[in-house]
């Protein structure tokens, strides 16, 4: 395997030297306080009729100027976002806004900012072009796996962590916040394509001629934007680190080889001005086409050298071990750790390619993780040994063995029923120094947000216990199809609760009269059109929205007559009660 890494940062060091104190008394690794001075808020203007608002926000905002008006390309996470954008770029243009649109679903959620100074061709109705998968992908982040999207959020971003101090953010390794406490109070404003499509797709925009392109990258619904005329690209591949096979907050496998086939297009665009949904722009056909070579290469080198770790029969551990970028990737802010980490990617590319396993004998059929954690620590002396040994691991700045010996105290805990719960408070709080010495000495953001979030919470000085449990959003709700979210209660239903059940239940939403339904049978809830049930609710989705919101119990809806049942009231909500949602218990 190769050993190219000398000169490649690790995921983070056992030298206490990197650490430095950022301008707020963040303690972090100097190369992530530098970083993230690359994200300064600052209206770029890599040529004439183009704009990119970088630093207002986790994503960019850019605006192209054609004879039309202009094109809004991505619009931030909030309305209050996308306004100081277009309140920058109005200081430049006067051209009404003709057209948005979106590189993928992630910042889209500003575009009813820009309603004021629309005007378009035609007169018609403002033209939003995005692949057809955003609105589904919205969906399913805010509803199946909601809780674990908003907790793993949470941790990747460190939207909890102080702005001042030695636990204060330092950043996000693509912007400096996800969102800016100026742009609070983060009001919603997302409105959905009216030109969407699935392939290569080319239009006239704005009098401009453009070419939209899927390009999957961190989502499927990425697509990357050429403006042949003005030799200019935009894209969601090419970002201001590292690309992010895996991001610790969790998602959906990120398939390298479908990169490098979005990158190679990028390459072949032979493209003067480059501008990313991250970080500032790139100009220059020469520089464009080494940083976008190097880029994909850093993406090809870990999966070819993954696959060719699995293929020798080595292990996850292995792999993680043996897998090191060259240090010629090392040369260039695009291709270093400044948001995710090397050993990660590669753990994903094998669960990706094949799977959880990798031979190693002992993972086929383990302990479950307390049993474990017990017979470990008392096989090494007991419980003080193990302290010890911590103990002197952490002065040693010996800091992965430091953090399994001290996850291994909190995790043998018999008294809790949950990990996170688990452990006594000296040994939660040895836990957490540990995490917080990694946090400071990693360059990657999300490993120090993750870690400092976490040692926060293990200390007491965060509840983040909301994130443990799956909440419905109401606007949410409210702006889905009714049967939605009646289709996610599938995934809180308790097996236990519904023991011996096999019957149906229907939803018939007013004033439409759209029907769903579920059956309950086996442990599962079956979704249905509702048609065969004996049982049902009748009621409008905003009723609907401040149920699964915790507005109001489904039993008080039914007695003021908002919710009206179908079949025997108390058989309804003996079946809504086998799912995991205190409004909807009997």
Not at 318 to 332: G, M, N, Q, T, Y
């Amino acid at each position: 395997m190769t050993r190219l890494d000398q000169r490649y940062p690790p995921s983070f060091s056992d030298d206490a030297s990197v650490i430095a104190t950022d301008r707020h008394g963040q303690r972090a690794h100097r190369d992530a306080i530098t970083h993230n001075d690359r994200f300064e808020r600052k209206l770029w203007s890599p040529r004439p009729g183009v704009w990119c608002m970088v630093g207002n926000g986790l994503s960019n905002q850019t605006f192209v100027e054609g004879p039309q008006g202009l094109i809004a390309i991505d619009t931030g996470e909030c309305i209050e976002e996308m306004a100081h954008a277009l309140a920058a770029v109005r200081q430049h243009s006067a051209s009404p806004i003709a057209a948005v649109i979106y590189t993928h679903f992630h910042y889209v959620g500003g575009t009813q900012a820009v309603l004021p100074f629309v005007k378009t061709a035609d007169g018609g109705e403002l033209p939003i072009w995005g692949h057809q998968r955003i609105v589904a992908n919205r969906l399913r982040m805010s509803a199946e796996v909601s809780g674990a999207a908003a907790r793993g959020m949470a941790h990747q971003f460190g939207i909890f962590l102080p702005a001042q101090g030695p636990d204060g953010l330092v950043g996000t390794g693509l912007g400096q916040a996800y969102r800016r406490p100026d742009h609070a109070p983060y009001t919603p404003g997302f409105l959905p394509p009216t030109h969407s499509f699935e392939a290569a797709t080319e239009a006239t925009i704005a009098g401009l001629r453009v070419v939209m392109t899927p390009a999957p990258s961190d989502c499927d619904d990425s697509i990357t934007i050429w403006f042949p005329e003005l030799g200019l690209c935009v894209n969601n591949m090419v970002w201001p680190t590292l690309f992010n096979v895996f991001p610790i907050r969790g998602e959906e496998y990120r398939d390298p080889r479908v990169l490098l086939a979005g990158l190679d297009h990028i390459r072949g665009l032979q493209a003067d001005y480059l501008l990313g949904a991250h970080g500032p722009p790139l100009s220059g056909k020469g520089a464009i086409m080494a940083e976008v070579t190097a880029y994909r290469d850093s993406i090809q080198f870990m999966w070819d050298q993954t696959v060719r770790g699995i293929n020798k029969g080595l292990t996850l551990g292995e792999l993680c071990d043996s897998v090191k970028l060259p240090a010629v990737f090392a040369r260039s802010y695009f291709t270093t750790q400044y948001y995710g980490v090397v050993e990660h990617h590669v753990r994903q590319i094998h669960n990706g390619l094949r799977g959880w396993f990798d031979g190693d004998e002992s993972t086929l059929f383990p302990l479950p993780p307390q049993e474990r954690a017990t017979r470990l620590v008392a096989g090494f002396g007991g419980a003080d040994a193990v302290r010890s040994q911590a103990e002197q691991a952490l002065a040693d700045d010996d800091l992965r063995w430091a953090l399994e010996l001290s996850a291994w105290l909190v995790q043998s805990d018999a008294s809790a029923t949950a990990r996170v719960d688990a452990g006594s408070q000296p040994d939660r709080a040895r836990l957490a120094t540990v995490l917080r010495a990694i946090g400071q000495r990693t360059t990657a953001a999300n490993i120090r947000n993750w870690c400092l979030t976490r040692a926060l919470d293990l200390e007491g000085k965060l509840d983040l216990s909301r994130f443990r449990r799956h909440r419905f959003s109401r606007s949410d709700v409210l702006a889905s199809p009714p049967e939605a979210f009646v289709h996610t209660l599938r995934v809180i239903l308790d097996p236990d609760k519904s023991v011996g059940i096999d019957e149906e239940l229907a939803w018939r939403f007013k004033p439409g009269g759209e029907q769903t339904g579920l059956h309950l049978r086996n442990g599962i809830a079956a979704i249905t059109n509702g048609t065969q049930a004996q049982l049902g609710i009748e009621l409008d989705l905003s009723t609907w929205a401040n149920i699964l919101s915790g507005k109001v119990r489904m039993s008080e809806a039914m007695a003021s007559g908002e919710v009206k049942a179908i079949g025997d009231s108390a058989r309804i909500l003996a079946l809504l009660a086998c799912f995991d949602h205190p409004s909807l218990g009997v």
